[in-house]
């Protein structure tokens, strides 16, 4: 079943209150989740006002949570590539294939514009909700997951056409709860933000001591990004 955001707040601010929330723990061997993903970046200021809500988030989650949204480490998945976590580097073989998929979807893609348009609580974490545009984000998404076979049939029934940045990922338990609630309760919806993906990249997700962050091992440019250009602005 895909993923609503009315449905993914109600069942995390109900797992919040009882103290359920799921932590995560770092990627290691083994690990089911933090495989080998799609992601796009957003552009400098879209960071910024994400970092700026991950650190609010975090005053009420209390400390030992991961900060996603922090700049460096915020983005959107278009979609998984891998379910079980596997370091690995830019030369591996199925890395490559990726990266070379990657390439050839990104030459025909135009720039990927969203909306955020509000918070959502999960039992993981605080989200920021993103609605796109125009068709060129599901479109870019359905492209991928066509040539990805199972696991794309899987990730689409996932993911549907929903999108979100994780601005906290839950490690620790909540400090507090009500707190935290009430914070994303009164930003379910937030004077949308436009923001901007200038690349699409492969990325593996690595622990550096105090998040889960992706690490980019390929790249490709979307065109019709200026050099050096900069979105990012309320709309």
């Not at 988030?57 to 460096?72: D, F, I, N």
Request: no cysteine; aromatic share 6%.
């Amino acid at each position: 079943m895909s993923v609503r955001p009315d449905g993914i707040h109600q069942r995390g601010r109900s797992a919040v209150l009882a103290g359920q929330e799921r932590l995560d723990v770092p990627p290691g061997p083994g690990s089911t989740r933090w495989g080998l993903s799609l992601d796009v970046r957003l552009d400098p200021a879209a960071e910024q006002h994400l970092d700026a809500l991950a650190t609010e988030a975090s005053a009420h989650a209390g400390p030992g949570q991961w900060l996603t949204g922090a700049r460096g480490s915020s983005h959107l998945t278009v979609t998984y590539l891998e379910r079980t976590w596997r370091e690995v580097g830019a030369d591996d073989e199925d890395v490559r294939r990726y990266a070379a998929l990657m390439a050839a979807l990104a030459a025909g893609t135009p720039p990927l514009r969203w909306r955020i348009t509000g918070l959502a609580l999960a039992d993981r974490g605080v989200l920021a909700m993103a609605e796109p545009v125009d068709a060129a984000p599901g479109a870019f998404r359905a492209a991928v997951l066509e040539r990805l076979g199972g696991l794309g049939a899987e990730e689409a029934g996932y993911r549907g056409s929903t999108w979100w940045a994780t601005l906290v990922h839950f490690a620790a338990p909540v400090a507090d709860r009500a707190a935290l609630v009430d914070w994303v309760d009164a930003r379910l919806t937030l004077p949308p933000l436009l923001v901007t993906a200038e690349r699409v990249e492969v990325v593996r997700y690595a622990y550096d001591g105090v998040r889960t962050a992706p690490v980019a091992l390929s790249a490709a440019a979307l065109p019709g990004v200026r050099e050096g250009a900069a979105g990012g602005a309320h709309a």
